[in-house]
């Protein structure tokens, strides 16, 4: 076994009990950004499934010659904002609205005339699901001749765009804090763990070891330690996740975990927090004995 | 191989623990720094495997120039010196080969032979069949014998001992500088701090007698005969 591996692991033998509490440590400082980012995750999905209903409606007036709007809706779909155009005979918007409008069954069925106007649903691409975008959309959509009106709801969408910018903002705010307290966490355990082993980094001076082989050992050490609280913090992420989601069945789409590549991150942050809060602080020591 | 050139140390709570001190080591020499607690005999070492920066002077070991050593040079110096101290500095959780093979593991020796120079170390100090016990499980003496074979492994061509007999019992004592003057004979020129005055009165030794961080005696200045404590 090549002598920097021995040595990292020897620590692990010699103290499993400060071995322990640091990669706790570290898996729990992790584990509260990787609950606060799982939070934001979910939270992110369920707006965007809410965005998925932001669609600019323009009304065709009446007379205008089928071929005309369908014409005109294949100029809307290229629009870069738009996603799906979609024409609806007026037709089929009063077979919608008795269908969906059950308590006014009675009113729709006496009806002599159909008083809805046929209009064309247009669906924005996912990254223009917002109030700016749906505006430019309808404002191009009034240019049209044949469209007499166009909503967009523009109050919820500008609502949800509130959210989502004040979502960003806290989330941000909170995941730095989360992110602060767990370096400073880190810090003072692989501070703990330098300072227990003073004597043994004297000991290795004094008998010539350069710094470079006095930090080996530390560097996996931290790295070791900083993987094993990252698996500790996505582990605890999961079985989190796991009692929130038995608890959360019956809510729409369900709560959503980390993909590969989120877990993955979390892994190389631990490690990366290991690696550096060791170099740093083995470092300043070596620097002043 | 040792040569303090008007050397002063002050260290930055304003103590001077060593003032324009001069002397000089040859090839060969066993030196023996004596001096009541806190007159400079650990200063003095501590300058000479560049723990310290003389504050004033040059120290020169083995023609470098140690104060002036870029700190990426030290290890190479130390790794010519061997030092061993009155509170053994033994590391608690490794064997007795651990903590020798491991002076010669930082140096970058190859690993192959690195069983076979630690027992024949350990037969020098006369601790063969002591190889695999752990530190905690040894006599004061023994320890020291294990600092002095960690510090040996090497083959150091100076070795410095700090008051390695200051834990020990007389006839423990007496051993370790046996095996200082063992070394010596070895050809490796030793400095050994003491104010063990019982224990080397009567040694055809130099000694240097340090009083408030001067050198106030040097036998090898008072003729080649000279012994025993000088002026106090």
Redesign the interface.
């Known amino acids: 076994m090549p002598i920097l591996l021995r040595e990292a692991l020897r620590t692990f033998r010699r103290t499993p009990l400060l071995s322990a509490l640091s990669v706790a440590s570290i898996g729990f400082s992790l584990f509260t950004i990787g609950l606060f980012a799982l939070v934001a995750l979910n939270f992110r999905e369920a707006l965007r499934s809410v965005a998925e209903r932001v669609e600019v409606v323009g009304f065709v007036l009446r007379g205008t010659p089928t071929e005309t709007v369908m014409a005109a809706s294949q100029d809307i779909e290229a629009f870069p904002e738009v996603l799906e155009v979609r024409y609806v005979s007026a037709d089929e918007a009063l077979a919608r609205a008795r269908a969906e409008l059950v308590e006014f069954r009675e009113a729709f069925r006496d009806l002599e005339t159909n008083p809805l106007p046929a209009s064309l649903e247009i669906r924005l691409q996912p990254e223009f699901r917002n109030a700016a975008s749906a505006q430019a959309v309808a404002e191009r959509l009034r240019g049209f001749p044949f469209v007499d009106d166009v909503r967009y709801g523009r109050d919820w969408v500008q609502r949800l765009d509130r959210l989502r910018n004040l979502a960003g903002i806290v989330g941000l705010v909170i995941g730095l804090a989360f992110a602060v307290v767990a370096m400073v966490i880190i810090g003072v355990t692989i501070r703990i763990i330098v300072l227990q082993r003073a004597t043994e980094i004297a000991i290795m001076r004094l008998v010539g070891a350069t710094n470079r082989y006095i930090r080996g050992p530390f560097l996996l050490e931290g790295i070791l330690k900083g993987a094993g609280g990252g698996g500790l913090a996505v582990g605890m992420c999961w079985l989190t996740f796991l009692v929130f989601r038995q608890t959360a069945t019956g809510l729409g789409t369900g709560p959503v975990f980390f993909g590969g590549v989120e877990i993955g991150l979390i892994l190389v942050f631990g490690t990366a927090i290991g690696l550096v809060g060791t170099l740093l602080s083995v470092g300043r020591h070596l620097r002043h004995v | 191989m040792i040569r303090f050139t008007h050397v002063s140390k002050t260290y930055p709570n304003g103590v001077t623990a060593l003032r324009d001190v001069s002397f000089h080591v040859a090839k060969g020499e066993f030196v023996l720094l004596t001096g009541h607690s806190g007159a400079g005999k650990s200063s003095i070492l501590s300058l000479i495997?560049a723990e310290q920066k003389p504050s004033a002077g040059e120290v020169k070991v083995s023609g470098l120039p140690v104060g002036r050593l870029p700190?990426?040079q030290i290890?190479?110096?130390?790794?010519k010196l061997g030092?061993v101290f009155q509170d053994f500095?033994?590391?608690p959780?490794r064997t007795v080969e651990e903590n020798v093979g491991?002076?010669l593991?930082?140096?970058g020796a190859r690993?192959e032979g690195i069983p076979d120079r630690v027992m024949r170390v350990l037969a020098r100090v006369g601790l063969a069949g002591k190889a695999r016990v752990y530190p905690k499980e040894l006599s004061g003496g023994e320890q020291q014998r294990v600092a002095f074979a960690?510090?040996l492994v090497?083959d150091p061509p100076i070795f410095l001992a700090d008051e390695p007999t200051g834990n020990l019992d007389e006839r423990a004592a007496r051993g370790i500088f046996q095996l200082l003057q063992d070394i010596n004979a070895g050809g490796a020129v030793v400095l050994m701090a003491t104010h063990n005055l019982a224990l080397v009165r009567d040694t055809p030794y130099r000694i240097l007698e340090l009083k408030s961080g001067a050198i106030v005696y040097d036998s090898a200045q008072q003729g080649s005969d000279a012994i025993g404590p000088g002026p106090a």
Not at chain 2, 75 to 79: D, I, K, S, V
């Open positions: 495997f700190a990426g290890p190479r110096l130390r790794r030092i500095r033994l590391l959780y491991f002076a593991e930082v140096t690993r960690r510090a090497n």
